[in-house]
Structures are given as C-alpha cells and as structure tokens.
C-alpha cells in the first residue's frame, strides 16, 4: 500500500529493517522535500514486494549498463512523473537508495544516481566504479553520491 512521504516528520516506517533505517529516512524525506519544492508533487512509496516491475526495471538498467547487480533487499519504492520525466526510487535495507531519471522525450538526459546514507560504507557491487561526492543534508545528515549518465532504450 502507498503511503505519503512527510518531509516535516520524518518516520522511519516501512524501513525498519535497515540498520540505518533513520539517515535513509532521512534520505527519503529529503526526496520529498525535493519534489514537493521544485514539482509541487507529493512523494509516494509503495514496498517492494508490491513493485516488483519498478525494481526489475531498474535491475535492467544497472546490469545492462554498468554490470552492476545490488545484493541489499530492496525496501520501498517510489515512481514520479513530473515534466516528461520518469524518477523511480528504490530504498534498499543496506540504506543505499538509488534513482533513475528518465526523460521520455531526450535520451540525453538520462541517468542513475546512488546515494549512501550517513555511515554507510559503499557496497561491494560499487566500490571502485565511482566516486562518491559528499553533500550535507539537514535531513538525512552526510549524503554520500554518485551517477552515470544512461546510453541505452529501456
């Protein structure tokens, strides 16, 4: 079932399970606060077990692109359609969260980013393809991240 990500009261609902289920918390109401700032869109997340064509779609991308294959569980996910882009979200047990930007109209404009959550050490499947730059967020404390940018159609 869906349910409404509050950016003012950050609740770690549906991420228990994570060792770091309060920075990735905040890492998903930092989302929210995101698309609510710029979009005016509320952020929804659904769990996992109810997306798994999300997941399976962005497992496609990862391997076909890069090689790469997360190990973590997957906990929740979010899809957006804001401006001719597709975002899809998934928040992993690992408290790593990563997002896929999708324009459907400019396949130059495509990408998947990685974002660790605060204390968090990059997983195996990353370590040594990226670098992680450092960003500070009042919400989920030091947010670790990365991209690349999408060649191919998916």
């Known amino acids: 079932m869906k349910h409404k990500v509050d950016f003012r009261n950050i609740a770690v609902t549906g991420l228990e399970s994570s060792p770091f289920a309060d920075k990735l918390a ?10 609510m700032n ?8 659904s769990p996992a077990k109810e997306s798994k064509d ?3 779609w962005v497992n496609k991308i990862l391997k076909d692109e890069r090689n790469i294959e997360i190990l973590s569980t997957p906990l929740e996910t979010a899809e957006t359609f804001v401006e001719n882009i597709k ?9 790593l969260a990563i997002n896929v930007l999708y324009t459907l109209d ?9 974002k660790l959550s605060e204390g968090m050490d990059v997983p195996k499947e990353l370590e040594g393809k990226f ?4 960003q500070k967020s009042k ?3 030091i947010i ?3 991209f690349f940018i999408i060649k191919g159609e998916y």
């Open 38 to 45: 710029k979009y005016k869109v509320e952020f929804e997340v």
């Open 144 to 146: 670790r991240g990365s």
């Open 87 to 95: 975002w899809i979200f998934i928040f992993y047990e690992s408290g």
């Open 106 to 114: 400019d396949p130059k404009k495509r990408a998947v980013g990685f």
């Open 26 to 35: 905040g890492l998903r109401a930092n989302e929210a606060r995101y698309f």
């Open 139 to 141: 919400l989920a404390g």
């Open 54 to 56: 999300r997941i399976k």
């Open 131 to 134: 670098k992680f730059a450092r």
